[in-house]
């Protein structure tokens, strides 16, 4: 479902990332990036729960930068 994701709505991975040309994620890897990483390392539940810890971090009050999969 994210592979989905970035092959059709993604501002950094899909078809808007050739009109947009700058990246649109706050962090490194992109959230679509982290979530499949940590789906991959640490299975549904926690993957997750990991995920959507970091989609509600996707704001402009948060330091942006490298956010690595724990």
């Not at 959230?31 to 789906?39: F, I, K, N, P, Q």
């Not at 991959?40 to 930068?65: D, E, F, Q, V």
């Amino acid at each position: 479902m994210i592979r989905l994701y970035q092959r059709t709505l993604s501002p950094d991975h899909g078809p808007l990332s050739k009109v947009l040309r700058a990246p649109v994620c706050r962090f490194h890897p992109t959230c679509s990036e982290y979530g499949h990483a940590v789906l991959g390392k640490h299975g549904l539940l926690k993957g997750s729960l990991l995920t959507g810890w970091r989609i509600m971090r996707c704001n402009p009050w948060t330091k942006a930068g490298f956010d690595p999969v724990p």
